[in-house]
C-alpha cells in the first residue's frame, strides 16, 4: 500500500491477557518507530527500529512491552498481561533512511486503539 | 530528559480569527517539527525548521524557529474549520538522530 497501515484498528481486551499490534511500514522505509499516545496526550516514544541495527527500546514502559522487527518490513508490538493503564493509541511511523540531520519526516499508520477493561 | 511544553493544550474561536500555538522548551534542538492529527488518523507532517530565526509559510501557517532553536510558535491567519485538529510539535534532540520528542499537543477547534 501507499502508507503505513496498523491492525487491528481498535483492540478490546481484559486485564492479564496479552495483545499483539501488527505495523506495515512503506515499502523501502528502513527506519519504523513505535508511540503510544494516551487519550488527550502528545506521543510517547517507545521503541525505534534502524536496518540491522540493535532496536532502540529506551522507551518502552516496562518488561511487558515488547517488539519485534523482520527486515526492514512488518514490525510486531506485542504487550503481556495488559494493564488498564495500558489502554491508549499506540501508533507506528517509518522513514526513509535519514541524513545526520535527522530531518527525515515520519509517516504515521492510523493508530491501534487498544482498550483493556 | 528533554521536553517540550505547548500552550495553549485547547482552543476553541470563532472561524476569522487569528491564533498563535507556542512550543516551548529550555533544551536547543537541531530541528523541530510540526505535526497536525485529525481524529481517528496519525499525525501528518506539516513543516521542518531547522535554523534559528527560520520563517515558513504554508498558506495561512506561518512557522518559526526560535533563535536560540529552543522554541517555535505556530501562526494561523483566519481560521477556517478545516483547521480543526490536534497539532504537535516535535523536536529533533541534538544527540540522537531521529528520535523524535513530541510535545503534548494543542487541541484546535474552529467554530463556524
Known amino acids: 500500500g501507499a502508507g503505513v497501515s496498523q491492525s487491528p484498528s481498535n483492540k478490546v481486551t481484559e486485564k492479564g491477557k496479552d495483545v499483539e499490534l501488527r505495523c506495515d511500514p512503506i515499502?523501502?522505509?528502513?527506519?519504523l518507530y513505535w508511540y503510544r499516545q494516551r487519550l488527550g496526550q502528545g506521543l510517547e516514544f517507545l521503541i525505534y527500529f534502524q536496518g540491522n541495527s540493535a532496536p532502540d527500546k529506551s522507551g518502552l514502559p516496562s518488561d511487558r512491552f515488547s517488539a519485534e522487527r523482520t527486515g526492514e518490513s512488518v514490525s510486531t508490538l506485542t504487550i503481556q498481561r495488559t494493564q488498564q493503564e495500558d489502554s491508549a493509541v499506540y501508533l507506528c511511523?517509518?522513514?526513509?533512511?535519514?541524513?545526520?540531520?535527522?530531518?527525515?519526516?515520519?509517516?504515521f499508520g492510523p493508530g491501534t486503539r487498544l482498550l483493556v477493561l | 530528559t528533554q521536553l517540550l511544553e505547548q500552550s495553549p493544550q485547547f482552543l476553541s474561536i470563532q472561524e476569522g480569527e487569528n491564533l498563535t500555538v507556542y512550543c516551548n522548551s529550555s533544551s536547543v534542538f537541531s530541528s523541530l517539527q510540526w505535526y497536525r492529527q485529525e481524529p481517528g488518523e496519525g499525525p501528518v507532517l506539516l513543516v521542518t525548521?531547522?535554523?534559528?530565526?527560520e520563517v515558513k509559510k504554508l498558506k495561512r501557517l506561518t512557522f518559526q524557529f526560535g533563535d536560540a532553536r529552543k522554541d517555535s510558535s505556530l501562526h494561523i491567519t483566519a481560521a477556517q474549520p478545516g483547521d480543526t485538529g490536534l497539532y504537535l510539535c516535535a523536536g529533533e534532540p541534538l544527540q540522537g538522530a531521529q528520535k523524535l520528542v513530541f510535545g503534548q499537543g494543542t487541541r484546535l477547534t474552529i467554530n463556524p
Open positions: 515499502s523501502g522505509h528502513t527506519a
Open positions: 525548521v531547522v535554523t534559528g530565526g
Open positions: 511511523a517509518s522513514s526513509p533512511i535519514g541524513t545526520s540531520g535527522g530531518q527525515e519526516t515520519q509517516y
